[in-house]
């Protein structure tokens, strides 16, 4: 039996962060990673893919809508590779799901799907919760809340940004008793996240997103910037404050197009730029995600057309 863990957090806790930091320990290395994303340009699984050898394999789409077909396939694929010797035999799987995917219908499927069910068994389900934006977060957005009464354990992430305090106090109101720790950049022994749970049946596999979510993609061949990059975060974080759920994206500088430049937004809050040494998979454009509640589809890229234009004139 292969046992499976299922990692989840609203748009930007830290997952991408915590599994980075999971796979980089020796003892956890021999995971198989599946990434969900929310977007049509995945971008989690090349942040993945850069930083370690691991094997990942994404489904694109948001998971919890078509996850009858898309996790259930994905793991007897992957597991049919490990039985027949093509792939290593990897010790268990993580899913990383999209910030937006109500855990429920992954839990069922991994728990109803027969084949699934005879070669698998579901270690249980850590949710990410982030100490500056995850309180609004379980106000505002039903999947958040989901996520936290289906959790085993919650990991409350950048507790050196917010108030991790506050944000456990309502993460126990919602589920009390749930095992909580707090730690930054997942700095969290791997053994506690993923010890066994018990996940109760779930009634209801029917997943809602909130209504009017869009993501938005920008890609460019064309590097960008510094000045301009920097400026156009700045101005779409502010315009759009709560309405700009997430951003990320891989950013190829003019100043030095060579590497990429990691880039994330949450609400209005940008965070430091990240680098990888080297792009991964080849393709070096800029890809931008925006995850946005009635942003404007065309919005972010005239407005990174019209800053570019702005910078440029000025430096002329
Ligand atoms: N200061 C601080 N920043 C963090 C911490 N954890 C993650 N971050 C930053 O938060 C941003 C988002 O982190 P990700 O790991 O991409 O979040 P995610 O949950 O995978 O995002 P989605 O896949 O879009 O839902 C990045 O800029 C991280 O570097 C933390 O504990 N402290």
């Not at 354990?153 to 919602?174: F, H, I, N, S």
């Not at 940008?270 to 065309?298: A, N, Y």
Request: net charge negative; with cysteine.
């Amino acid at each position: 039996m292969i046992p499976v863990s299922v990692v989840t957090g609203f748009l930007g806790a830290g997952k991408t962060t915590l599994l980075r930091r999971v796979l980089s320990d020796p003892a956890w290395a021999d995971s198989a990673v599946i990434v969900n994303e929310f977007g049509e340009v995945p971008l989690d699984h090349e942040l993945l893919a850069a930083s370690e050898e691991v094997l990942v394999n994404v489904s694109t789409g948001c998971l919890c809508c078509v996850v009858r077909t898309d996790l259930t396939a994905t793991l007897m694929d992957l597991a049919r590779r490990r039985a027949t010797g093509e792939l290593p035999a990897y010790a268990r799987v993580l899913v990383e799901t999209s910030g937006l995917a109500d855990p429920a219908p992954i839990l069922h499927a991994l728990m109803t799907d027969a084949a699934v069910a005879e070669t698998h068994r579901l270690r249980g389900v850590v949710t990410l919760v982030d100490a500056l934006h995850g309180a609004g977060a379980l106000d505002r957005h039903p999947e958040a809340r989901r996520q936290v009464l289906l959790a085993d354990r919650v990991l409350v992430t950048k507790p050196d940004l917010g108030d991790a305090a506050a944000v456990a106090e309502a993460v126990q109101a919602l589920h009390p008793g749930l095992p909580l720790r707090a730690a930054v950049r997942g700095a969290v022994e791997p053994d506690w996240l993923f010890a066994p749970g018990d996940p109760a049946p779930l009634p209801d596999p029917t997943a809602r997103h909130s209504a009017g979510l869009a993501s938005i993609v920008i890609e460019r061949e064309e590097p960008i910037p510094a000045l301009a990059l920097t400026l156009w975060m700045q101005a779409l974080a502010e315009h759009a404050g709560t309405r700009l759920l997430r951003l990320k994206g891989l950013v190829a500088l003019a100043e030095d197009p060579s590497r990429p430049m990691v880039v994330h937004a949450i609400q209005h809050i940008v965070h430091p730029p990240d680098w990888l040494e080297h792009w991964p998979g080849g393709d070096r454009r800029t890809r931008i995600v925006l995850i946005g509640q009635g942003i404007p589809r065309h919005f972010p890229a005239r407005l990174l057309a019209a800053i570019e234009a702005e910078v440029s004139a000025a430096l002329r």
